[in-house]
């Protein structure tokens, strides 16, 4: 168990302030409006991204060297908001200087990384955690009230997909180096999602990759990973930037239904009422990312429950590296966190 955080506040930091996405300045924004956090400080190694910290957040103080504002005894937690491949790094600096963590999804870009960061972390009583705020997205939260329910049966068969026919931008996000390949960026939010609709052990992960249109990038142009659950249930992942015809985000097959997604913010539900088949229009629930620092408060001042255990977000990375391996070695591979 994490030691807890005394006082009333969790005096807190961020480290990464960089432009894509504006994260940075989401996590700083998320600690800033929640009165059980106290934000002391932003990091960035560019002085022009820490100036903006500043515009932002007047009262932080402002740092390029992450060594320098880790000798704060002030800051008891920080959130990493750096590209993938320093993720591990990053956290590892932070917990040996004694500060529970927080970092970007994916947590890592290999199971190895993983391993080390949750053993620092339960060496030194700390809490670490993955952001996976998109499982408070309103969607993802409608399909677990209506699988939860009963509604569609035993879910058997999810697919999911993300993406179109659109050509990848220039940032670190497209060096397959630094993010790590197409279903560590957006996938890692997709594999997440399925992991947390099949509670079963993983039998196996396949991948399969093209690179065929944008070759100004190193990532690939589409990536897909298909696993299999002791269960018996299948998921097929996948993430493209050369799906010039797309489809839903959502195909469930349960044994008594189905969803997928419907018009304006609905789920289209199929199930069976007294063995006729039946439609129902599901809306989504709300989106409500800003739980995820209220839950991070619940655990520090409070020892509640994490939302998001690393040990899971764990089980994410060894999917998408085994997918990684799976391609190389043209065959479906176990993983090493089932």
């Known amino acids: 168990m994490a030691r807890r955080v005394t006082g009333k506040t969790i005096r807190s930091a961020v480290v990464g302030y960089g432009p ?22 932003v990091c960035d190694i560019n002085p022009a991204r820490a100036e903006e910290a500043k515009k932002d957040f007047p009262h932080v103080d402002t740092y390029t060297s992450l060594a320098r ?61 993955c952001f996976q705020n998109r499982r408070l997205d309103g969607d993802f939260l409608a399909i677990r009230e209506v699988i939860e329910s009963g509604l569609i049966g035993e879910v058997f068969h999810v697919e999911t ?8 931008g220039t940032s670190w996000r497209s060096d397959k180096k630094i993010v790590g390949g197409p279903l560590y960026d957006w996938g890692a939010h997709f594999v997440d999602w399925v992991l947390n609709l099949i509670p079963s052990k993983i039998v196996d992960v396949t991948g399969l990759f093209h690179k065929l249109v944008w070759h100004e990038v190193t990532n690939e142009d589409q ?18 930037s050369i799906a010039m015809v797309g489809k839903a985000r959502w195909r469930i097959l349960g044994t008594q239904g189905g969803i997928t997604d419907g018009p304006n913010n609905t789920l289209k539900v199929m199930t069976l009422v ?25 655990h520090l001042l409070r020892g509640k429950p994490l939302l998001v255990r690393p040990e899971e977000s764990l089980r994410a990375i060894a999917v998408i590296e085994g997918a990684e391996r799976s391609a190389k070695a043209g065959k479906p591979l176990r993983v090493p966190c089932p």
């Open 20 to 41: 894509a996405c504006n994260m940075g300045k989401l996590h700083a924004t998320y600690m800033n409006n929640n009165p059980e956090f106290d934000l002391k400080a």
């Open 161 to 168: 997909f993300g993406g179109g026919y659109h050509k990848p």
């Open 69 to 129: 504002m880790l000798q704060r005894d002030d800051i008891g937690l920080v959130s990493v908001v750096v590209p993938h491949n320093v993720h591990s790094r990053v956290v590892l600096q932070c917990l040996r200087a004694g500060k529970h963590a927080i970092v970007e999804k994916p947590m890592c870009l290999t199971v190895r990384e993983g391993q080390q960061m949750i053993a620092e972390a339960k060496k030194r009583r700390l809490m670490f955690t």
């Open 274 to 298: 007294q063995g006729r088949h039946a439609e129902i229009t599901v809306p989504h629930k709300p989106t409500k990312w800003e739980e995820y620092y209220a839950n991070i408060a619940d």
């Open 223 to 240: 990536g897909r990973a298909i696993v299999r659950f002791a269960s018996g249930a299948v998921a097929d992942i996948q993430l493209s």
